[in-house]
């Protein structure tokens, strides 16, 4: 593992990937009929969401180069609070994303305006996140299955995100 970085270390890092999950959860909520129209100036919470995106993207990015060719932790009960920080991220992110697919819906007609560039961020915090997990994946090979399906249920519901706010996606169906 890279010098003093720990099993708690990595819990750590996760909740702070978990924090910022759940505060963009208030701005997406407050995404409605009325103000969804205001993104297209750069007003609203659509813009607040996509910044604070932004930043779990590069916050996750930090986390990366800090985890990058860790060695696998020895103590199962170490690999299990990975596992759990792990698992407790991912339920964060899956109520946040699924609050964005179903405000997504709410103005069709200006998906082709306001969607490509939540589309966009969106699938940075899928690259980002990947990578993220194949990192963590090798810290914790007892694990390691409930890692990767932990991973695959984030990525599809990132992938159902992205298609949602995706105006060309949305255009073809």
Known sequence: MPTGLSAQDVCDALSVLTSKGQSTQGPANQINIVNIALAVSGLGPIPVVIARLTDIISTTGTIINQVAGAESL????????????????????????????????????????????????????????????????????????????????????????????????????
């Not at 920080?85 to 082709?112: M, R």
């Not at 914790?140 to 990525?155: C, E, I, R």
Request: glycine share 4%; no cysteine; proline share 5%.
């Open 74 to 173: 020895s103590s199962k009960s170490d690999q299990d609070s990975v596992v759990k920080s792990f698992t407790t991220l991912v339920q964060v992110y899956q109520a946040l994303l699924n609050i964005l697919i179903g405000k997504a819906g709410l103005v069709p007609n200006l998906l082709p305006f306001v969607g490509p560039p939540m589309a966009s961020v969106l699938r940075q915090l899928e690259s980002v996140l990947d990578t993220l997990a194949y990192e963590l994946i090798d810290m914790v090979p007892d694990g390691k299955t409930d890692m990767q399906n932990q991973m695959d249920s984030l990525d599809q519901t990132l992938s159902n995100a992205i298609s949602a706010w995706d105006a060309n996606v949305q255009a073809k169906l």
